[in-house]
């Protein structure tokens, strides 16, 4: 027997061990999003991104390639002076503020659904009852 190799090996019992679950259950643990709460507002490069694209978009019609105008865009802000970037940052703030007044009353909304929730979810619901009743009209129909 000397010699003898055994069938299990070393590294197949590690990666038993460290196996996880798929993503799937990440996805499952994350709240689904609300399609009522506001967008969050452009930042000052995307106000600009909304001029320049339709500048460049003008000057090349040819262009094809979505990255193109994002590098062209990057490479122009970065030039810009802050005088320049000055009614994009004003524009930005501008629907900063807009957001905000939307977002309390959004905030406030919820705040006014969820009391109510909490205020119907006190109450006993005896949902077993129902359940049971409609069992037994699908056995009758059998």
Do not use: C, H, I
Not at 14 to 37: F, G, H, Q
Not at 97 to 115: D, F, R, S
């Amino acid at each position: 027997m000397k010699g003898g190799k055994s069938n299990t090996k070393k590294g197949d019992s590690k990666l038993a061990v460290s196996k996880k679950p798929a993503k799937a259950t990440r996805a499952s643990k994350k709240a689904a999003k609300d399609p009522n709460k506001p967008k969050r507002p452009a930042s000052a490069f995307f106000v600009f991104m909304e001029e320049f694209r339709k500048q460049f978009n003008k000057e090349n019609p040819n262009n094809k390639a979505v990255s193109a105008v994002g590098k062209a865009a990057g490479a122009k802000w970065k030039a810009m002076s802050e005088a320049e970037k000055a009614p994009y940052v004003a524009k930005s703030d501008k629907r900063k503020v807009e957001y905000e007044k939307l977002m309390k009353a959004y905030n406030m909304k919820q705040a006014e659904g969820n009391t109510a929730a909490e205020e119907e979810g006190s109450e006993v619901n005896d949902d077993e009852d129902g359940e049971e009743e409609g069992s037994d009209e699908e056995d009758d129909d059998e």
